[in-house]
């Protein structure tokens, strides 16, 4: 079964940029993918998502900070800028698969911003 595999995850300061990476172990066939994340106590939510077409829908709390991109091959990335203690959580990968109602999920990559 094909995963996806994320890096990218740490520590850094409020201020500060990081990018997270999620490939997947194999082929795939998408209609999008995106980042979700969850922090202590709190519900998993969207952070960003991109389809096929190249269309892209953002968190408000993340929008102006946070960049979605793909390459080839399904590898999507989240480049986030500006971060601040509240985007502290772990940050899932997720993959809308094409005629199955199954999504897929990358193990998830924690992410801490000190303040």
């Known amino acids: 079964q094909v995963q996806l595999v994320e890096s990218g995850g740490g520590l850094v300061q409020a201020g500060g940029s990081q990018r997270l990476s999620c490939a997947p172990s194999?082929?795939?066939?998408?209609?999008?993918m995106g980042w979700y994340r969850q922090a202590p106590g709190k519900q998993r939510e969207l952070v960003a998502r991109m389809t096929t077409g190249g269309s892209t829908n953002y968190a408000d709390s993340v929008k102006g900070r946070f960049t979605i991109s793909r390459e080839q091959r399904n590898t999507v990335y989240l480049q986030m800028n500006s971060l601040k203690p509240e985007d502290t959580a772990v940050y899932y990968c997720?993959?809308?698969?094409?005629?199955?109602?199954?999504?897929?999920w990358g193990q998830g990559t924690q992410v801490t911003v000190s303040s």
């Open positions: 194999g082929i795939i066939f998408t209609i999008a």
């Open positions: 997720n993959a809308v698969l094409l005629g199955s109602k199954n999504d897929i």
